[in-house]
């Protein structure tokens, strides 16, 4: 059973940073490639950042791209997600995701466990 939990969430003003984490159960984590990905009310879940199973390969979207960095740490089986020049259009709900693949993916269908949520909400 994989579990992921998401913290670091919070209110902040625009222009402010916040940093997120997902904690993973297994041993395996160092295996997987993992996700951050966002929805806002009314609005369909959206790719934010993702991030293969050693860190080598990133991606990110383009909204969020020189102002969020997602990385790892595998002896934590830990994913971090830095935001930073934070805009109210940043604000939703933040999950983190695991993929079944070593390789980093943009597209939601290839995550297979996801975490509750953490809300951010960026205040202007």
């Known amino acids: 059973q994989v579990q992921l939990v998401e913290s670091g969430g919070g209110l902040v003003q625009a222009g402010g940073s916040l940093r997120l984490s997902c904690a993973a159960s297994?041993?395996?984590?160092?295996?997987?490639?993992m996700g951050w990905f966002r929805q806002a009310p009314g609005k369909e879940r959206e790719f934010v950042a993702a991030i293969g199973w050693n860190g080598g390969n990133t991606y990110y979207a383009d909204s969020v791209k020189g102002r969020f960095t997602i990385s790892r740490d595998n002896a934590k089986n830990t994913v971090y997600l830095q935001m930073n020049t934070l805009k109210p259009e940043d604000t939703a709900v933040y999950y983190c995701?695991?993929?079944?693949?070593?390789?980093?993916?943009?597209?939601?269908?290839?995550?297979?466990?996801w975490g509750q949520g953490t809300q951010v909400t960026v205040s202007s």
């Open positions: 995701a695991r993929r079944s693949s070593p390789y980093a993916s943009r597209r939601t269908l290839d995550y297979a466990y």
């Open positions: 297994g041993r395996t984590f160092s295996s997987y490639a």
